[in-house]
C-alpha cells in the first residue's frame, strides 16, 4: 500500500470474505485485508497492490483520493480580566493527537508564550462535535503590558503541521482594581474602611490610597495587608494588597471614598460607601 508516493504496508490478504468466495470460489474464504494506516491531514491519495507470491510481479489493484481530517476547533473569547491579565477560551480537537486531545499554541503579538493540550470537560462541544474529545476544552491566563494585543492560538498535529484558529486583538487596561468591601461605624466617631487593591504599575508592591470623609482627606495608607485570597486569585501580584483601617468621622451619615494615588499626583477613584457615623 502507498500513501501518495510512499510506502506504508505490506502483508498478507487473508480475511474472511465470504462474499468474494461467492464470487470466485476457486479462491477459498481468506482473501480480504483491512488495514489502518497513518496519514497526515489534507488530501491524500492511496494506492493498493497485489503481489505475485511467484514471481514478485505486481498488479494494481485500485487507487482512492481522500481527505483526512485535520484539527480543528474554535476561540470562544479573549478577554481582559484587568490587571494586564488576558483570558483565551474555547475547544480543539486532533484526530492525529493522542486521545484526540490538541496541542495548542498561543502567540501575543507574534511570539509564541506558551503550548499544551486541551485539558478541560466541554460536554457542549462533545455533544455537537462527532468525535471531540471528553476535555477538548482550554482556558488560559496570561500577563500582558497595559496596551493593545493580538494573540493568536494554533493547534500543531502529530505531523508538527500548523492549523491556526484565528486571531483576536484586544486592549489591556491598566487600570487598579480589586474591591472596596465594607465601610463600618465603630462609634465614637470613627468608621473602618475595608478592602483589597492592586496597581499593575506597582507590581507585588502596595498601591497608595487616598481615603476621603465627605470630600476631605482623612488617610493615605497603603494596601499593604496580607490577603491570602487575593494571593491564591492572583499570584503574578502576591497576596500583600488588603487595606483595614481606621479613620475619623464625624457624627451623622457620611460618604466614604478610596482613590489610588499614583506619581505625579495623579489619581484613578476605586470607590465610594455611605455609612451613619454615630458620636
Known amino acids: 500500500i502507498f500513501l501518495d508516493t510512499d510506502f506504508v504496508y505490506h502483508g498478507v490478504a487473508e480475511l474472511e470474505r465470504p462474499d468474494v468466495r461467492w464470487a470466485y470460489p476457486q479462491f ?40 483526512v481530517a485535520g484539527p480543528r476547533g474554535q476561540i470562544n473569547s479573549v478577554v481582559d480580566l484587568g490587571g494586564q491579565t488576558l483570558r483565551v477560551q474555547g475547544w480543539a480537537m486532533d484526530p ?41 476544552g482550554f482556558s488560559v491566563d496570561f500577563p500582558v503590558t497595559q496596551g493593545r494585543h493580538t494573540l493568536c492560538v494554533d493547534l500543531i498535529d502529530a505531523y508538527g503541521q500548523v492549523t491556526t484558529l484565528g486571531c483576536r486583538t484586544v486592549d489591556a487596561a ?28 506597582e507590581g507585588t508592591g502596595p498601591a497608595r490610597l487616598r481615603i476621603t470623609v465627605d470630600g476631605n482627606v482623612v488617610a493615605t495608607p497603603l494596601a499593604s495587608v496580607n490577603r ?52
Not at 30 to 36: L, P
Open 174 to 201: 491598566g487600570d487598579p482594581f480589586g474591591w472596596y468591601e465594607s465601610a463600618t461605624d465603630l462609634g465614637g466617631g470613627q468608621a473602618r474602611v475595608r478592602g483589597w487593591v492592586i496597581d499593575p504599575h
Open 28 to 67: 477459498g474464504l481468506n482473501t480480504g485485508y483491512d488495514v489502518t494506516i497513518k496519514a497526515p491531514p489534507g488530501k491524500r491519495l492511496v494506492c493498493a497492490w497485489g503481489v505475485d507470491r511467484r514471481n514478485g510481479r505486481t498488479t494494481l489493484l485500485g487507487m482512492r483520493e481522500i481527505v
Open 228 to 279: 491570602p485570597d487575593v494571593g491564591a486569585q492572583h499570584p503574578r501580584f502576591g497576596p500583600n494588597h488588603g487595606f483595614d483601617v481606621t479613620v475619623p468621622a464625624p457624627a451623622g451619615t457620611r460618604n466614604i471614598c478610596v482613590d489610588v494615588q499614583h506619581g505625579g499626583g495623579t489619581r484613578t477613584p476605586f470607590g465610594c460607601e455611605s455609612v451613619v457615623v454615630s458620636g
Open 96 to 136: 492525529t493527537g493522542p486521545g484526540r486531545l490538541a496541542m495548542v499554541r498561543y502567540r501575543i503579538d507574534g511570539k509564541e508564550v506558551w503550548r499544551g493540550r486541551t485539558a478541560m470537560p466541554r460536554p457542549d462541544v462533545v455533544a455537537a462535535v462527532p468525535g471531540a474529545p471528553d476535555r477538548a
